[in-house]
């Protein structure tokens, strides 16, 4: 059992924007922060990011809706790749980014030479475990850090007990490595991409074929401890379950965490708005006192639509849980995403799956609001301006309905 915490501030609740779409997605759905990067030096060098006026654009618009902006620049430089950085951390300042995540020594120690008056939040990728850590990297000028993904409840909460004066900042949602927090050499050996430049090809998450193998520990004897099953053509047999400490809010709300951040730089969107409204909501929940098991398995449901893979408790507790969905339950796609008002009652949509006007469709409204569009009391439009009862992934079209308060940038699921 977790040991009862004081009730501390509401911690904030930080979102990926890996491009302009997620970007506005994290500040409708609720994000108090974002955290973005540019092309390069981000480990997410296969987002479309953010750089020169487009950033500036997008710091703006963060700020004006009280929302505020972190910059990557994590990745693990080589020689080679200093002037670049160099060249990045000059424009900084005039950005007006509110702190810059990193995790190499040499890019620390030139952002407090050219960028001074820029908060440093140290990446997970320096895998920080322990209080020595902490206070040397507080010494170093860092004024956040991000605990590695492998520590358990109990040592976030002696750690953060024990390094006052440094802010704290946990993961709590989505993938998790194969390898301590991206120290890893599967991409670059397998296709010459190295994960800490931004650029793995996560292969832990291929499919493979030809094995079969249950294997168990010579003092746990009748427990399997790994188990690798042929699927019936090729199968993922290395990949980590995804991080969801949904279920522990009440617990992170009193640890004293600073920061509960959500893994998701390549994810689309829809996955964005679902992930951050879900927490935002339960956040949200726990400061009003709305704590019950109903509450937040109403939350942990909303995940489900956006998982891909197990969703589990990592390291956080001694014995991990599985977070299982309710029996029946079938997940569903995000259809389309509301692009622009055209005449009262009708919008124009941009199509992400199949849609079918047969079928009934539920507008993601931030609080885990989902009104209902029930088949016959709505209709679509295709891109010629069809009346039509089916629209397919890449188009255009509209979307006519009845429901009031909706907004640019509402997803709808199917």
């Not at 424009?91 to 407090?112: E, F, K, M, Q, S």
């Not at 019936?232 to 969801?244: N, R, V, Y």
């Not at 849609?355 to 439009?381: K, Q, T």
């Amino acid at each position: 059992m977790m040991t009862a915490l004081p009730i501390l501030e509401k911690p904030e609740l930080l979102a990926p924007a890996g491009g302009r779409e997620q970007f506005e997605a994290a500040l409708l759905y609720g994000a108090d922060a974002v955290y973005l990067g540019g092309p390069e030096l981000s480990l997410r060098t296969t987002c479309t990011g953010f750089a020169g006026d487009a950033l500036s654009k997008a710091v703006s618009e963060a700020h004006s809706s009280g929302v505020r902006v972190y910059y990557c620049l994590n990745a693990l430089p080589y020689d080679r790749n200093l002037a670049e950085v160099e060249s990045m951390l000059e424009t900084l300042p005039d950005v007006g980014v509110d702190g810059l995540i990193a995790a190499d020594p040499g890019v620390i120690l030139l952002a407090r030479r050219l960028c001074p008056d820029i908060p440093i939040h140290l990446s997970t990728q320096a895998h920080t475990v322990n209080r020595e850590s902490v206070a040397f990297w507080k010494e170093a000028g860092v004024m956040r850090v991000n605990l590695a993904r492998e520590l358990s409840a109990r040592d976030i909460r002696d750690l953060i007990a024990a390094c006052p004066g440094v802010e704290i900042e946990l993961f709590v949602h989505g993938a998790m490595c194969l390898a301590l927090s991206g120290h890893c050499l599967l991409s670059a050996w397998a296709n010459s991409r190295p994960a800490n430049q931004g650029r793995c090809t996560q292969p832990c998450r291929f499919d493979y074929r030809g094995m079969t193998l249950s294997v168990e520990e010579q003092k746990r004897a009748g427990e399997v401890l790994w188990n690798v099953q042929q699927g019936e053509d090729f199968s993922g047999i290395w990949a980590p379950h995804d991080l969801c400490l949904l279920r522990w809010l009440p617990w992170l709300f009193r640890s004293g965490a600073h920061a509960l951040k959500l893994e998701g730089r390549t994810k689309s969107g829809g996955y964005v708005a679902q992930v951050v409204d879900a927490y935002r909501t339960a956040l949200d929940g726990c400061a009003a006192g709305s704590c019950s098991p109903e509450f937040f398995r109403t939350c942990l449901n909303e995940l489900f639509h956006t998982a891909s893979r197990p969703l589990s408790s990592g390291f956080f507790l001694p014995r991990r849980r599985l977070e299982q969905p309710a029996e029946g339950f079938s997940p569903r796609p995000v259809a389309a995403r509301l692009l622009e008002p055209l005449a009262e009652g009708s919008w124009k949509i941009q199509v992400r799956s199949p849609w079918s006007a047969e079928r009934e469709a539920h507008v993601l409204v931030p609080g885990l609001h989902r009104p209902a569009l029930i088949p016959g009391a709505y209709a679509l439009e295709n891109h010629r301006g069809e009346r039509t009862e089916l629209l397919h992934p890449g188009m255009e079209g509209v979307l006519h309905c009845s429901l009031e308060g909706l907004e640019r940038g509402f997803y709808v699921r199917v």
